[in-house]
């Protein structure tokens, strides 16, 4: 069963106090030069505001039909964005606004096109360039899109669709006069009869919430997930709404709601506030520009009391970075020699460890580029952790890489991990994938081992001396001597197994050369889960040795490697033969479970400061 969706009951005490404050307003009247319209009641009245993830908070007669009307127009502009271009949509159909009233039978003085797609000679000329990119489907391709917008099968009201066809003589000379122009190219009649079935498509105030909700996710329903429209054509959209969605009053609405929108004279407004919501209106008395009264007055008291003009925005609140810290503080999980430690803390303000969060627009990408090139010198490593990017825009993207690739050129190692959600971003192809990790762990080992290359010369493979395995550089010469006399030296072959979960913990590791993990393969998981690694000068499984308790994680060998290995039986004899030298080695185990202890709280009180 599928996660119940929550609505905030503030936000729908506030719908049912502004549906409340509207319903006995009285001004207007519903449309009667369209004689099926002249039938609505004027007491309907219904509010919805659809979130960009898919809440919906609705008040009155939310699910009454009613005609969609001029707001399939903003629609039919954008199915013809996408099935053409915008390149051959402005050279038939403009974008400024025109101050006139929406049928009014007029071209533009010097180009002969109609002045925007939402008064009646652009939408008639954007049908028609729908209908004539394919005839034998226009219909059905213009409601499928609808359909799609809506999240919900759409239909023609035939009524109203003949009421329109028989009374629209004046949309009827405008296709005649766009005709003679030659923005349509051929008989209109086929054009208008298809825009009368486009304005005659029946719809909720539920459905156009919903609609105007897919325009602010940039053409992605919230609802269902089906992508409409690409975010170029949805910008577009939007633009036009802006400027010349509510005809000669757009100016006013602008300033008074501050909202992209479209009315009807069906009795709809839908607006919308990108990114966010949108908001649906239906009450069939209309004003003298053609807008419903109760729907222009709900949207501009929701404008002022929700806060949602898009020229009163507040300033971007909080930070991209959600954490900062260093290779002083922060380690990855391969438990290291004490040699190696002391130089990462000693040097580890080279490595800086930032976790990005939130949407990486302009404004965000703008900060995080300008914490890197501020935070980072010569010779230093940046990991950059995306696990809380929620989007990477495209112009972030561009920008993110071409920051990366430059610090790359001035001496500044770099690398991503945890990004794999950011599609265009994340690399797809293996050969590209050098510096991006699937995980933190892996990335700050990459670093760190970076970093200690840079400050010694590596073992080649060789055997260390003695005392440079943590445990035997605790004990005193005479018992380190001792205990090197009951060690098994044992050599191990890339992918050997050590010991496996649940044996018995009867013997103790210590490593000399290479690199040993600690892991659990998972049926759920299709990869092994890797625990922490071990480099050479590090002791293994002393909690299960010490406490005679089975192991917890297998041992495997990542590389060629080999490890001085104390048997139980052996331990237990040297307690009894000689006392003191087991006593010493029980101290200088503890010694080294505290220090491990330790550093493991400092990586916990680091997460819980996030």
């Not at 054009?191 to 105030?205: H, I, K, N, T």
């Not at 909700?213 to 992605?220: I, P």
């Not at 290359?453 to 080649?460: K, P, R």
Request: aromatic letters at 6%; hydrophobic letters at 40%; proline letters at 3%.
């Amino acid at each position: 069963m599928g996660n119940r969706v929550v609505n905030s009951s503030a936000i729908q005490q506030i719908m049912e106090d502004v549906h409340a404050r509207f319903r006995d307003l009285r001004d207007g009247r519903p449309a009667d030069y369209i004689p099926e319209l002249a039938k609505a009641n004027p007491d309907d009245f219904g509010i919805v505001i659809a979130t960009t993830d898919g809440r919906l908070y609705e008040v009155g007669d939310t699910a009454k039909d009613f005609t969609i009307q001029s707001i399939s127009k903003p629609f039919a502009f954008g199915l013809a964005l996408k099935l053409l271009s915008s390149e051959h949509m402005l050279a038939k159909v403009g974008v400024e606004p025109s101050g006139d009233a929406f049928n009014a039978i007029s071209l533009h003085p010097v180009t002969g096109i109609p002045r925007n797609p939402m008064i009646n000679a652009g939408a008639i000329a954007t049908t028609a360039l729908i209908w004539a990119h394919d005839p034998e489907r226009a219909e059905s391709l213009l409601l499928d899109f609808l359909s799609d917008m809506a999240g919900n099968r759409l239909s023609v009201d035939e009524d109203v669709f003949r009421s329109e066809r028989d009374t629209g003589h004046r949309n009827r000379a405008i296709g005649y006069l766009l005709r003679n122009s030659d923005v349509i190219t051929s008989s209109p009649e086929q054009a208008l009869e298809l825009y009368f079935r486009q304005c005659a498509v029946s719809v909720s105030c539920r459905d156009l919430a919903v609609m105007a909700a897919t325009l602010a996710c940039q053409g992605r329903n919230p609802i269902t997930n089906v992508v409409g429209l690409d975010a170029m054509c949805n910008t577009d959209v939007l633009a036009v709404m802006g400027s010349c969605g509510m005809y000669d009053y757009t100016g006013q609405w602008l300033y008074n709601v501050g909202m992209p929108a479209k009315s009807g004279v069906g009795g709809g407004v839908m607006a919308v506030v990108p990114g966010r919501l949108g908001i649906a209106v239906y009450s069939p008395p209309l004003d003298t520009y053609g807008n419903s009264c109760r729907g222009i007055a709900v949207c501009e008291e929701l404008s002022k009391r929700l806060e949602l003009h898009l020229f009163n925005q507040p300033n971007r609140a909080g930070t991209v970075i959600r954490s900062s810290t260093n290779g002083q503080k922060r380690y990855s999980r391969r438990w290291r020699s004490k040699v190696d430690l002391d130089l990462l803390k000693e040097h580890g303000e080279k490595i800086k460890v930032m976790q990005v969060q939130g949407v990486l627009d302009f404004a965000a990408v703008e900060e995080l580029l300008a914490h890197l090139e501020g935070s980072t010198t010569n010779e230093s490593f940046v990991v950059l952790d995306l696990a809380q990017v929620l989007a990477l825009p495209k112009v972030s993207i561009r920008l993110l890489r071409d920051a990366l690739s430059n610090l790359q050129k001035q001496g500044i190692y770099c690398l991503a991990c945890r990004g794999e959600h950011l599609k265009n971003f994340w690399p797809t192809k293996e050969s590209e994938a050098e510096g991006w990790f699937e995980s933190l762990d892996r990335a700050l080992e990459t670093v760190e081992n970076r970093l200690l290359e840079q400050l010694h010369s590596t073992q080649g493979g060789e055997r260390l001396p003695n005392n440079s395995i943590t445990l035997l550089a605790d004990l005193g010469e005479q018992t380190r001597s001792r205990l090197m006399e009951l060690l098994e030296r044992r050599h191990y072959s890339r992918n050997d197994l050590l010991c496996r979960k649940g044996d018995a913990g009867s013997e103790l590791f210590l490593v000399e050369t290479g690199l040993i993990s600690a892991g659990i393969n998972s049926s759920k998981a299709s990869k092994r889960i890797r625990f922490a690694t071990f480099s050479s000068g590090v002791c293994i499984g002393e909690i299960a040795f010490l406490n005679n308790l089975p192991r917890t994680a297998d041992l495997v060998a990542d590389e060629d490697s080999t490890c001085l290995v104390l048997h139980r039986d052996t331990f237990e004899q040297l307690q009894h033969e000689e006392p003191e030298v087991a006593i010493d080695m029980l101290l200088a185990l503890h010694r080294d479970v505290a220090r491990k202890v330790d550093r493991a709280n400092q990586q916990l009180s680091l997460l819980e400061q996030r």
